[in-house]
């Protein structure tokens, strides 16, 4: 979904914890270094702070280019950190794609670019009869793909790729980004997932390195 071709990507991830908020604020970073008004959105968090804040929509918007409405950028945020279809139910709400989606076209309306970060991998469920890829679906974004480069994760992201094609999306390019930075084989895992991903490597974001750095390492998709 594009509003006036304005560009947008969904960014999803092998897996939870392996850099989606981390690597979307370095391509937010980067397109600001292009002249380009960038928003992050974060449409559902789960776990707050003792401020009532979650640190990954926090990171979003200190790096978006645009000032938004909080409530457009997150439209949902439970307290609990867990899954976030449990955190809904433990909380009585209930996440309403559409209007995700409609805070999602507002945000459009803002800014030159937006970013839409997933929560946890591409199949979390949401609650009882969808979950992000579906999601992803709605929004009809091409997808970029952060893979957690540790053991592991070339069956992680081959599986994503499958899910992403069943949907009938575009897998855009994929990200490798070096969570573990002792890991063994390190180019021979990053040969095989150039080898089996049909995407386009975007980049690869080293270990220990600011959004900011790693920033000068990526690309968006054409």
């Not at 867990?82 to 209930?94: K, L, N, Q, V, Y």
């Not at 309403?96 to 991998?121: C, K, N, P, Y």
Request: aromatic share 4%; proline share 6%.
């Amino acid at each position: 979904m594009k509003t006036q071709n304005r560009p947008a990507w969904f960014i999803t991830g092998t897996d939870t914890e392996v850099g989606k908020t981390f690597t979307t604020c370095a391509l937010l970073h980067r397109l600001h270094s292009d002249g380009i008004k960038a928003l992050g959105m974060k449409p559902v968090a789960a776990g707050t702070d003792s401020h009532g804040q979650n640190g990954d929509v926090e990171a979003l918007i200190a790096a978006s280019g645009v000032n938004a409405p909080r409530e457009l950028v997150n439209p949902y945020l439970f307290r609990p950190p867990i899954a976030p279809h449990i955190a809904a139910a433990i909380e009585g709400r209930e996440i309403d794609i559409a209007h995700i989606v409609r805070s999602f076209e507002a945000l459009q309306e803002m800014a030159d670019a937006v970013l839409v970060e997933g929560v946890g991998g591409f199949c979390v469920p949401l609650g009882a009869h969808c979950d992000t890829s579906d999601l992803a679906k709605q929004l009809s974004l091409p997808v970029i793909l952060v893979v957690g480069m540790r053991l592991g994760c070339i069956n992680h992201a081959l599986l994503t790729q499958q899910a992403i094609a069943a949907r009938g999306l575009t897998l855009a390019g994929w990200i490798a980004n070096r969570i573990d930075a002792k890991m063994n084989c390190f180019e021979e895992n990053l040969a095989a997932l150039k080898e089996h991903i049909s995407a386009p490597l975007l980049g690869i974001i080293p270990a220990h390195c600011t959004p900011e750095d790693a920033a000068a390492r990526l690309h968006l998709p054409v």
